[in-house]
């Protein structure tokens, strides 16, 4: 059965930062262009970061530029997402997602065309 699992997540302080990673059992992330999204409470979930499956490009939401940086590491079948200089703006409960679009160069996640999803890791920023 294929998952996708998320970790890292937790409370941390306004300028801190997290790590998170994802990590998928029963399937390769070889061919999946992969996607973190979030949700704030009351808030709908929201683009955060995407990477092509040839891992050739990302992108990122205007919010997270120049402080998030996401990146994946094929043989050990992980996406991770690097997060500097939060704020509390950035709590959310943190998704990650997969779609298959094999040899992709391009970093495009569109959340209703994504085939597997985590079940999200909470992040809290607080002083």
């Known amino acids: 059965q294929p998952q996708l699992v998320e970790s890292g997540g937790g409370l941390v302080q306004p300028g801190g930062s997290l790590r998170l990673s994802c990590t998928a059992s029963g399937f390769s992330l070889d061919y999946f262009t992969l996607g973190w999204f979030r949700q704030a409470p009351g808030k709908e979930r929201e683009g955060v970061s995407c990477?092509?499956?040839?891992?050739?490009?990302?992108d990122y939401a205007d919010s997270v530029k120049g402080r998030f940086t996401m990146s994946r590491d094929n043989a050990k079948k992980t996406v991770y997402l690097q997060m500097n200089s939060l704020k509390p703006e950035d709590t959310a409960v943190y998704f990650c997602?997969?779609?298959?679009?094999?040899?992709?160069?391009?970093?495009?996640?569109?959340?209703?065309?994504?085939?597997?999803w985590g079940k999200g890791t909470p992040v809290t920023v607080s002083s």
């Open positions: 990477i092509a499956s040839t891992g050739g490009s990302t």
């Open positions: 997602a997969a779609e298959a679009l094999p040899w992709s160069t391009r970093a495009v996640c569109v959340s209703a065309d994504m085939e597997y």
